[in-house]
């Protein structure tokens, strides 16, 4: 364990020289002096431990990305061995490896798109622009290049490159940067918010698609080139369709001739319950991107898999796309591993079980806290939403619910839509019931806090 002074110091340095995505450092040491950036030591399964050798569950600071928990032993050693091995090798001007070879097979049989042909990638922003220039390419060479558009949902999250941030359906995300990337259109979602009866949720889902499909006549059907979609959106809350909207968004782009892309960066990887979060509607994709759970977080990596159909066009003549460390053989044992342990352990069915009973547990905190007016939960991946409109200083509230949890030793994920306060709970698929007991009761103690 760290002492204090050292840790105090490697705080000041942290804040010094380098860059925390969403942390206010000035009014967090306004709030708690001395308090931040939280130190993390080490982790191990679930749970990550601090300098201060405090230990808490890991609900949501791995962004989604740590399927198997953390610390795998498998892991490091296929790492290690691949390192001694080949660490690197860019796939160019005809070379390839073993490695990517075996990763892209076994791939194949198990994500939802036909006759996959995979392209390997750093992260799920990079995957999400390189598959929209994907669809365009595919377009232009069968003779229709003003396709060039690409609709995707309000309140839907892509990336944070400048096309993908344009692609995102979340103002916070995007403004602030000087011109976005044209033609990227936002339809409405099918996600009425709440706790509401399947009658409304009919009306929402229908509406949304009568929407899409005014959007796509208005604008012109031979400009648009894809639609983009997450099978479950995030920001916001957990927003789960229902199997008739995202089947009827695969009948729309099948009536017009635009490519669906299923966007698995989040849902991909067992964190739904199924394999894929696509799964859950029996849709496939034309293109599909993934990151995050493919290597479990263990190294950084994505993926797009191209169905046969789109990829006919680039027979003759490849895609002009460059990437240093695509398929990169490190990445490729990480991603091996992780896939060994999620089919030895059947983490996926774990998930799937544990839904039932993180849902009871969100629902009986929804009778303790009167501010929770939402809950939302498939699989290990859940949210509460909570009114907080009657607060003076709704930021404030944020850092204090963050700050109450990790004190209760959780790591959760809070974000702020104007007068909604969210708190997203996914854990790494190995939790068990207690695991997930005492997270929420943690989660309880600091909305109480509110």
């Excluded at 994920?413 to 939790?431: E, K, M, Q």
């Amino acid at each position: 364990m760290q002492t204090k002074p050292v840790e105090s110091s490697k705080r000041a340095t942290a804040k010094k020289y380098v860059r925390h995505f969403l942390a206010d450092f000035a009014a967090l040491e306004r709030d708690y002096p001395g308090g931040y950036p939280k130190m993390i030591a080490s982790a191990e399964g679930a749970y990550v431990i601090d300098a201060d050798g405090r230990r808490l569950l890991d609900a949501g600071s791995h962004l989604g990305a740590c399927q198997v928990g953390h610390g795998r032993a498998e892991i490091a050693s296929r790492i290690a061995e691949q390192v001694l091995k080949l660490e690197f090798i860019a796939l160019d001007a005809g070379l390839s490896h073993v490695y990517v070879a075996e990763l892209a097979e076994r791939l194949a049989p198990l994500v939802a798109c036909d006759e996959p042909i995979f392209s390997f990638t750093n992260s799920g922003s990079e995957s999400n622009e390189l598959a929209f220039k994907i669809a365009r390419t595919y377009h232009a060479r069968r003779g229709e290049p003003a396709r060039t558009k690409v609709i995707s949902r309000i309140g839907s999250y892509h990336g944070s490159t400048i096309a993908t941030s344009a692609a995102t359906g979340v103002l916070a995300f995007k403004s602030g940067f000087g011109p976005l990337a044209a033609d990227f259109l936002h339809a409405p979602a099918p996600y009425p918010g709440g706790n509401v009866d399947n009658k409304d949720r009919d009306t929402w889902w229908r509406a949304a698609l009568a929407d899409t499909e005014a959007l796509i006549e208005r604008e012109d059907p031979k400009t648009i080139a894809a639609i983009i979609a997450e099978p479950i959106a995030i920001p916001q809350a957990v927003k789960i369709p229902t199997l008739e909207y995202f089947t009827g968004l695969r009948k729309l782009c099948d009536r017009y001739g635009l490519l669906l892309i299923v966007d698995e960066v989040v849902c991909g990887f067992g964190r739904t319950g199924k394999m894929f979060g696509a799964e859950h509607f029996g849709v496939r994709g034309d293109i599909v991107s993934y990151a995050k759970g493919l290597t479990s977080g263990y190294v950084p990596m994505g993926a797009v898999a191209v169905s046969g159909r789109v990829n006919e066009v680039f027979k003759e003549v490849p895609l002009l796309h460059l990437n240093t460390y695509a398929g990169h053989p490190v990445a490729c044992a990480a991603a091996m591993a992780a896939l060994d342990i999620m089919e030895k352990e059947r983490l996926v069915e774990n998930a799937a079980a544990m839904e039932p009973i993180l849902r009871t547990e969100l629902e009986r905190i929804q009778q303790s806290v009167p501010r929770i007016r939402e809950i939302s939960v498939i699989g290990l991946l859940s949210s509460i939403v909570c009114d907080i409109s009657d607060l003076p200083n709704p930021d404030a509230a944020l850092r204090k619910a963050r700050k109450e949890a990790y004190d209760q030793g959780l790591l959760v994920r809070f974000g702020r839509d104007g007068n909604n306060l969210s708190a997203h709970f996914y854990p790494p698929l190995l939790v068990g019931n207690k695991d997930i007991e005492d997270g929420v009761r943690s989660l309880e103690a600091a909305l109480r806090t509110l």
